[in-house]
């Protein structure tokens, strides 16, 4: 059963502890000097603040959670996340509502020449000769400012792999805490791929979080498919996931209820590889036919 989407009950107390400029200038002086650590008096002289029992005050409520002390001040693990959300947080969607149309490959549907935008925070591919949506996904706005038009295409997919991968390999993309992966094909819950047989749900254990993944996605760093790919002639770092329809549509057959697994098939140019999941999407065994 998916766990409750919950926020820890002190969620208020740690975002308070940022809630003043001074401390923000302290994050961002440790930043700037990492790797490096900062005296007391070093770092109050980049901060700029002229009395210490002030400072000192400011800089005892970063600590431990967003500073540690050891031979000087460093950020904290937190603290580091602090900073990066503040970078990631510089470009608002507004910043890349006008990218493209840009041409982004193939339709997997009907082969020709696909356009891709990013608008609110999606980057969507669509074809406008056969009219099918290709794919749309929630993409941070820093990804997209920062990328040259006609590179939008290429990044994302690369983007979209990292964050599959994370999944894939048992971490949340949101709190960093472990997710437990489970297939939906059981389950009265509206399916997110092209087959309801293809869902994977991730569950965080941590904040509850629920991200749903097509389940080739899932395998793409697995060896049996890496090795498939390869001999194929297909290199996922020059090619658009969004086109791979043999792997993100094969054959699905239910092959167990109890314990449940499922048997797909992939297919590139005659060649054929074979995949058993269980319930949780692990590879129970593969075939090259």
């Known amino acids: 059963m998916p766990l409750e989407r919950r926020l820890p009950e002190d969620t208020e107390d740690v975002f308070g502890l940022l809630a003043n400029e001074?401390?923000?200038?302290?994050?961002?002086?440790?930043?700037?000097?990492?790797?490096?650590?900062?005296?007391?008096?070093?770092l109050r002289d980049r901060v700029g603040v002229a009395d210490s029992g002030t400072f000192?005050?400011?800089?005892?409520?970063?600590?431990?959670?967003?500073?540690?002390?050891d031979d000087g001040y460093r950020l904290s693990y937190a603290g580091r996340q602090a900073v990066g959300?503040?970078?990631s947080g510089r470009f608002d969607a507004a910043d890349a509502a006008d990218v493209g149309p840009v041409p982004a490959g193939d339709c997997m549907h009907c082969g020709e020449t696909t356009d891709a935008t990013y608008d609110d925070g999606y980057f969507v591919v669509d074809c406008p000769a056969c009219e099918q949506l290709v794919v749309k996904m929630a993409t941070p706005p820093v990804v997209v400012a920062s990328t040259a038009p006609e590179r939008l295409p290429s990044v994302v997919s690369k983007h979209v792999l990292t964050r599959t991968e994370r999944l894939s390999r048992g971490f949340c993309?949101?709190?960093?805490?472990r997710v437990d992966a489970s297939l939906t094909l059981d389950?009265?819950?509206?399916?997110?791929?092209?087959?309801?047989?293809?869902?994977?749900?991730?569950t965080c254990r941590e904040c509850g979080a629920e991200p749903r993944l097509n389940v080739a996605a899932v395998l793409f760093d697995h060896p049996a498919v890496v090795s498939f790919l390869h001999d194929a002639g297909v290199d996922l770092r020059e090619t658009y996931v969004w086109e791979l329809r043999s792997l993100l549509d094969p054959e699905a057959v239910v092959v167990d209820r109890e314990p449940l697994e499922l048997r797909l098939t992939f297919e590139i140019d005659g060649e054929a590889l074979t995949v058993v999941v269980d319930e949780s999407a692990s590879v129970v065994e593969y075939e090259r036919i």
């Not at 001074?22 to 070093?42: G, M, N, T």
């Not at 000192?56 to 500073?67: D, E, I, R, T």
């Not at 993309?173 to 805490?177: F, I, K, M, Q």
């Open 56 to 69: 000192n005050y400011h800089l005892n409520q970063l600590q431990p959670a967003f500073v540690s002390k």
């Open 173 to 177: 993309t949101l709190c960093d805490g």
């Open 85 to 87: 959300s503040v970078v």
């Open 187 to 202: 389950t009265d819950e509206a399916a997110v791929t092209y087959r309801s047989e293809l869902d994977v749900r991730f």
């Open 22 to 42: 001074v401390r923000i200038d302290i994050l961002r002086a440790l930043w700037e000097a990492a790797p490096d650590p900062l005296s007391f008096s070093a």
